[in-house]
């Protein structure tokens, strides 16, 4: 039997529904949860990213600004804009769209943002506090995966995940997150000797690799959850993921599509911390 499709388009307008009467609710104490994003350049798909995100505070009644600077701007310039939007009282939140021009460092940029305002979550302090389990802000796009996990009603516990990739800002968070929920889990990258066997082994499998379609249905336990993270664009319109989804989906329980999976998701998670970071 084909997978089950977690569907992250009505789990994420759900979740935006959340956060619209959460807001509301701010906004009769007299707090307007504020979000700042800082865009660098004219980069095409950044500035999609950024359209959205404050195209979907606005949905929610979230006060948003986005900073559109040159492609030239120095990292001074940059540092000392986010140093006025970390002492302004209308913003609880500060995203810096990623990836910054080459003249700039980006650990200075993202370590220069006040930690209580990193709603991506990205900071070292933030990092750390989410390995050690204290409060932090959820890095939005493995954020969003729990999120589609606990909404279906999939949990973890005493699972084995296997999540493929070890980025700071998707594969190691998602790792952190599983295993404080009590999964077994097993991180895979570019040097790991047989992934197709490490995969095989997953009843929850997180691909974040960023190569188009490349786990496919032979890698997949029968039944396990696939969660697809990767958005990988393929000639001039399609979108695929990093899983082969015709294959996969005859093997998985369930299964995310690209796009309408975890992409939504990871907006919806963005609104949800900027709200948190208003309440706190
Ligand atoms: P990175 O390029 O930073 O990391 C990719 C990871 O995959 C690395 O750890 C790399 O290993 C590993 N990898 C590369 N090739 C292989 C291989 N052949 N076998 C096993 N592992 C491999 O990517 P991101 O984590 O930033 O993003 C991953 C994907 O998720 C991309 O498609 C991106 O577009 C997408 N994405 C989607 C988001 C969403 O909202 N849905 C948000 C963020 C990202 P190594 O460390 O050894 O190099």
Redesign the pocket.
């Known amino acids: 039997m084909p997978a089950q499709i977690l569907d992250g388009k009505q789990i994420a307008a759900a979740v935006r529904e959340e956060v619209k009467q959460e807001v509301a609710r701010l906004k009769e104490q007299g707090i307007t949860p504020g979000l700042a994003v800082v865009l660098v350049g004219d980069d095409p798909a950044s500035q999609v990213y950024v359209r959205n995100k404050h195209r979907a505070c606005e949905e929610v009644g979230i006060y948003s600004v986005v900073h559109r600077l040159p492609g030239e701007t120095t990292q001074a310039e940059l540092l000392d804009l986010i140093k006025q939007l970390n002492n302004d009282s209308q913003i609880h939140g500060i995203l810096v769209q990623l990836p910054l021009p080459p003249h700039i460092d980006e650990k200075t940029v993202i370590d220069t943002i006040a930690l209580e305002k990193d709603v991506d979550g990205f900071s070292p302090a933030n990092v750390g506090n989410l390995v050690i389990g204290d409060k932090c802000f959820y890095p939005c796009?493995p954020h969003?995966c729990m999120v589609l996990l606990d909404k279906t009603g999939i949990d973890p516990r005493g699972k084995k995940a296997v999540v493929?990739?070890?980025?700071n800002?998707?594969?190691k968070p998602m790792a952190m997150m599983l295993l404080a929920r009590h999964a077994t889990v097993t991180i895979?990258?570019?040097?790991?000797a047989n992934?197709a066997e490490e995969c095989r082994q997953a009843d929850i499998l997180v691909a974040?690799?960023?190569?188009p379609e490349?786990i496919t249905g032979d890698m997949i336990k029968e039944g396990a959850v696939v969660i697809d993270?990767?958005?990988?664009r393929v000639g001039e319109k399609k979108l695929v993921g990093?899983v082969h989804f015709e294959s996969a989906v005859q093997k998985a329980g369930w299964i995310t599509p690209v796009p309408g999976g975890?992409?939504p998701m990871?907006i919806a998670m963005l609104l949800k911390n900027t709200v948190e970071a208003a309440r706190r």
């Open positions: 796009t969003g493929v990739g070890r980025s800002i998707v594969g895979c990258h570019s040097r790991t992934l974040a690799v960023g190569k490349m993270v990767g958005i990988n990093d975890v992409g990871t």
